[in-house]
Structures are given as structure tokens and as C-alpha cells.
């Protein structure tokens, strides 16, 4: 099942309908295409995101289900923006190719990568990691194949953005090592054709660099929240995104009033209890909190 995601006039990207029947299909992860096993549940959770002051640094784990079939060597997250917002490049620390960034726009951005992974703007914009290709003989021929990649039941930290954009939702793709899928020919196919990784990538949402703080409100707040319980399930407790999207509300009404103070203290108790709900065990996960904590705070900060 396809998803689209389009870039919303106010700088943010912005789901389709098509984002609720994928949410209802993967919750938190991205799941194999129909037909295919091979990769069975990615995940791409964020564990922090600090200011630097010049720009918001986003770090995430990959994650890799024990019942999967094979390795994660591709994992690319949509990191597309409006025409005005060019095309800008941020440092990036680790191996990183630019040979396809200057083709299309994107959110101003710098990568961190594993120390064996390298990262590259692709010309539809999405930002890539991927484990380093070496070679392997098979059947007296040399064939490529996926060092250092994400075995089943594994996770990987080091994976990282540099942005000074906001969090949003993103789409991403993972896919699966070369010699995983495609070290032997396809059966039935001419000449001996193998298939390529493409072929089984998995989908899914994460969190990342989506709108620009100017354009940042407790309106979106209020919709990263909607996303956050339904469809995507990060929160997985109707009470508790009943408690928060209630606090969110008397917020919302409070700014109507104009009664900024009101609002202030209303959204300290948003944080308070998504602080209280994020942490093993607890029912508001890694991309819930900090897409939800660090717009918040930035709402809170700047009435």
C-alpha cells in the first residue's frame, strides 16, 4: 500500500487520507510490502532531539524485527519541502555522498551517520543512510553485498539530522540487504536476472524536520497530537490521549480568550503529563514525546 505525503503551504509536510489506513496496517513500524517477509517490522524511533542553537539535532535508532528474514541495509527518510525553501546543506559527520542533493528541495539539513554507513540527499528528496556495498564471490563471480548491516532482532543507534526546522511526521523506507533478497537469479527470469532490494522495501512513519518554527502553533501541536493517537498509534492508551488532547483543548480556548498566562500554565500541565506517560513501560513512545514535547515547548516559549 502506497503512501503520499505533500508539503503543506505553512512549511509543513502535510498526510493524505491514505496516512490512516497505513497507520492502521503498521502502528508503529514499517511492516513488508503484501507478498513479502523478508522484512517483517523496521522501526525508526527517536531517542533525542537537542537544541544546539543554531539548528535542532535529531538522533533515531533503527530497530529490525527478530522475525524478519534478513538484514536492513537502506533506510530513507522523506525530508521534502517547498520550492522557497531551497536547498540548503548543514555539516554532516560521517561518510556522506552529495552527488544527487542538488535535485531536489528539501528542508535545510545535515546527516550523522554509523561510523560503516554513508548518507546522501537522493534527487526525490530523502535523506539516505546505507551500510557500505563490498564484494563477494559467488559462483566465481564477484557480486555485491551489504557489510555492517541490520541483522533481525538488532538495532542500530547513530543515525542522525541536523535541521533547524520543527518535528513533523515523515514517511520513510527501509530495505533489505542485497544478499538477503538478491543473491541468486529470479526463477523464471531472462538471462538470469536477480531482483533488486527495491523490490521489498517496507514503509513507514517517523518523526523529523518538517516545519519551520515560524509557522509552528498550538493548532499544529493539536494535530501532531491527533496523528500521534490515531492513526499511528505512538500513544497507546486512549485514556491518556483522551487526558492530553482535553489539556490541548482548554489551551486552545485560553488563547481564543487571549489569556496568554492561562494558556502558559495549561500547557506546562500538557508537558507535565506527557512527561509523567513517556518511559519504559508507559504508554507515550519515543516519537510521540519528542514530536509532541519539543513543539510544545516551542509554542510555550514563544507567546
Known sequence: MPFHLTSAHSGRVALTGLVIALGELCGPYARAQSGSRLLDRV???????????????????????????????????????????????LPFTGRVEHGASGRAYHVPLGGLAPDTWKMEVLYNARFEWYAATVGAVVNDSWLPANGDSVAPGESR?????????????????????????????????????????????????????????????????????????????????????????STAERASAALKRGDDQGTKEILRAFLSNLDAQHGPGKPVNDNAYWLLKVNAEYVLAHM
Not at 60 to 87: F, H, I, K, P, Q
Open 43 to 89: 522501526g525508526l524511533d527517536v531517542t533525542s532531539v537537542v537544541d544546539s542553537s543554531r539548528y535542532l539535532i535529531y538522533r533515531y535508532r533503527m530497530t529490525n524485527s527478530a522475525s524478519s528474514g534478513g538484514g536492513v541495509a537502506v533506510l530513507a527518510l522523506d525530508v521534502s519541502a517547498t520550492t522557497e525553501t531551497g536547498r540548503v546543506l
Open 157 to 245: 543507534d547513530g543515525f542522525g539530522l541536523r535541521s533547524p526546522y520543527l518535528p513533523g511526521v515523515r514517511g520513510f523506507i527501509a530495505q533489505p540487504t542485497w544478499q538477503a533478497c538478491c543473491s541468486r537469479p529470479t526463477p523464471g527470469a531472462p538471462d538470469g536476472e536477480h531482483a533488486a532490494p527495491g523490490a521489498f522495501l517496507v514503509r513507514g512513519f517517523a518523526v523529523g524536520p518538517a516545519v519551520r518554527p515560524e509557522a509552528m502553533s498550538l493548532a499544529l501541536v493539536q494535530s501532531d497530537l491527533h496523528q500521534a493517537c490515531d492513526p499511528l498509534r505512538w500513544i497507546a492508551s486512549g485514556t491518556v490521549c483522551g487526558e492530553l488532547r
